[in-house]
Every structure is written in structure tokens, then in C-alpha cells.
């Protein structure tokens, strides 16, 4: 009988390893820090349920980040539409701001929109190939470039406006 590829604590381990990437994909799905800790947290119990149907240990981090998408946008579906005040701060009448203030690279991605923000978040900061992203999202290659290349030139015009 074949042994398992994954026990407990070869799963928790890699899961250590990976946690930083897995609540910046989450993040930058659902970007909101409480959505994505409970994506993650039922991406890793999910993928402890299921983790005898991973057969190669080198795809873990893919296959594990494949089962957080899924999570977050199962949590995107359900979500009932709403405002969030963060998003709408801007609307509202507010002393001026401090010019000395600068957008950082990391707010210009979160506020890339859902197609965008995860891509690039994969690619630049996970480290994560084309062919990777494109099956943790479920899109095409050629879409995973696409949305790189719309969202280096999203970002370019955001931090040349600051």
C-alpha cells in the first residue's frame, strides 16, 4: 500500500512555510484582513480533509493556494452587496491631506480592481509562475498575462498621479 505523501506534520510545516502567502492571496481576493483569515483557515482544513488526493509534495504550495481561490470566491458569492467605508472615504469631506503622504506599491495593489489584484499578487510578491496562476485562478495563460500587463500599467499611472 502506498504511503501518504502528506502526514500532519509535513502538512503543518508546509502550511507554515506558506501562510504569508496565503493571507496576501486571500487578501487580495477578498481585501479584507477577517475574510481573509477565515478563507485561509478553511482553505487549511479543507485541504488537510483532501490532502491524501495531493499526489507530488512540489505542487503543495499550487494545489493549497488552488483550494484558497475556491475559498474566497465561494465568500465573494455569498457576500450581500455593501459599502464599505474605506472604499467611498474618499467621497466624504475630509481635512486635507498631508502632501508628504504617498500612496505605497502595496495600497496601489490592493486598490487594483478583483480581476487585477490577484494576478499581480501572485506574481510579484508569491513569486508564483504564469502557468501556476493560471491554475490557482482558473484562467487561461494568455489571461494571467493580460491581466499582468493591465495591471503593471494600472499601477504605473496610480504612483505617477502621486
Do not use: H
Amino acid at each position: 500500500m502506498m504511503e501518504a505523501v502528506l502526514d500532519k506534520e509535513i502538512f503543518c510545516a508546509r502550511v507554515i512555510q506558506n501562510q504569508e502567502t496565503l493571507f496576501r492571496t486571500a487578501k487580495a481576493i477578498l481585501r479584507n484582513d477577517e475574510d481573509a483569515e477565515d478563507a485561509v483557515q478553511e482553505a487549511i482544513c479543507a485541504a488537510f480533509e483532501r490532502r491524501d488526493s495531493l499526489r507530488d509534495l512540489e505542487k503543495f504550495r499550487p494545489w493549497l493556494l488552488r483550494i484558497l481561490a475556491n475559498k474566497c470566491y465561494d465568500a465573494c458569492r455569498k457576500r450581500r452587496p455593501s459599502v464599505d467605508l474605506s472604499d467611498v472615504e474618499d467621497c466624504l469631506c475630509a481635512p486635507e491631506t498631508d502632501p508628504t503622504e504617498r500612496m505605497t506599491l502595496w495600497q496601489a495593489v490592493m486598490s487594483l480592481g478583483d480581476d487585477l489584484r490577484a494576478p499581480v499578487t501572485l506574481f510579484y510578491y508569491d513569486g508564483l509562475s504564469i502557468r501556476e496562476i493560471s491554475g490557482v485562478l482558473g484562467i487561461s495563460e494568455a489571461a494571467v498575462k493580460t491581466r499582468l500587463s493591465r495591471g503593471r500599467a494600472r499601477l504605473r499611472r496610480l504612483l505617477r498621479e502621486e
